[in-house]
């Protein structure tokens, strides 16, 4: 695939929607130094060169009483056929959310939904069990807490203050109503749709839904819009990793938190209940930018990282955000 030369006002522009995916054209082009026509138009070239796949919204879902969890899995006497097959029957479980293909420790990740640990165990069994006969290793890890950051490595941005924003905590749930539901379901199928077309798609006035909008904001549910970008059209590498700890300090950890937190690179994390603890995801322009990150990790916590897994997705069979 021939990759897109990104300028400096790409990079930019990207920068700006990936903090707030909503702002209007007129409010990027005062921060990049450009007209707002030329900001639109580079805006659909980006999308029209396939470089922005989405706009996002940034939920903490622990408020709407959803639980993430994750299955990996290592095969055995497992053909490409048999895989697929699986793979087509689990796309069709509204619980699960994300499948993916990957190269490394492990060959496959699922991602799904549930309200309670009961559901989680259910579900979980449900999701092996069509994996019967083929699975040579598995392990489940049960998130509690998830971040993303700001992509500072698109303008070589140093300041890093609030860089995180949070897709997950375990907190107390918000009641919200049917109408709250459908326009967060609106808004993550497409996070910069315009109020008027949500408004018109749910039979409600451009009022009511900018009101409810600004509620889901103030109470935190959503905590920002940002995009998903096709890596390989702009030659960034993505590598999708998990931390095992050992004896580790309180200290310690929120040393490597804070350590996260601060690189460049570093575009998401999550914590877990499982067999690792901590699932840091890079961005970086070279495997060996990559290689020099982890590297340095090794070194500042060697006493805490007892390994790590690496793994690179090779192909989504099925994303659904919400």
């Keep these: 695939m021939d990759q897109y030369k990104l300028d400096l006002k790409d990079r930019k522009i990207l920068y700006e929607l990936d903090l707030n995916a909503r702002q209007p054209c007129s409010a990027i082009a005062k921060k990049v130094g450009l007209s707002t026509e030329v900001v639109n138009y580079r805006i659909k070239r980006l999308e029209e060169e396939k470089i922005i796949t989405q706009y996002q919204i940034v939920l903490d879902l622990a408020k709407l009483g959803i639980i993430q969890f994750k299955i990996v899995l290592s095969f055995q006497h497992m053909d490409s056929e048999k895989l697929s097959n699986i793979i087509k029957r689990l796309e069709s479980n509204k619980e699960v959310k994300w499948i993916a293909s990957c190269k490394g420790n492990w060959d496959i990740i699922i991602s799904a939904e549930a309200k309670s640990l009961q559901e989680i165990n259910v579900l979980k069994d449900k999701i ?26 698109l303008t070589n941005n140093k300041s890093l203050i609030n860089r995180e924003r949070i897709l997950f905590e375990d907190n107390r749930k918000v009641e919200i109503d049917e109408l709250d539901l459908k326009i967060i379901k609106e808004l993550s199928e497409n996070g910069r749709k315009p109020i008027v077309d949500i408004a018109y798609k749910l039979r409600e006035s451009e009022r009511v839904i900018n009101y409810r909008i600004k509620q889901l904001i103030k109470n935190k549910i959503i905590s920002g819009f940002r995009i998903a970008i096709n890596y390989s059209k702009i030659g960034i590498n993505f590598y999708k990793t998990f931390f095992y700890l050992e004896n580790p300090k309180k200290e310690r950890v929120e040393q490597l938190l804070n350590y996260f937190k601060s690189n460049k690179n570093i575009i998401h994390n999550v914590q877990v209940l499982g067999n690792w603890e901590l699932e840091p995801e890079f961005e970086v322009n070279s495997e060996a930018e990559f290689d020099n990150i982890l590297k340095d990790i090794r070194d500042k916590f060697s006493d805490t990282i007892k390994s790590i897994d690496i793994l690179t997705i090779s192909k989504e069979h099925k994303f659904v955000y919400f």
């Design 128 to 153: 092996i069990s069509a994996f019967s006969g083929y699975i040579r290793e598995k392990a489940v890890s049960i998130c509690y807490k998830s971040e993303v950051y700001n992509r500072d490595f």
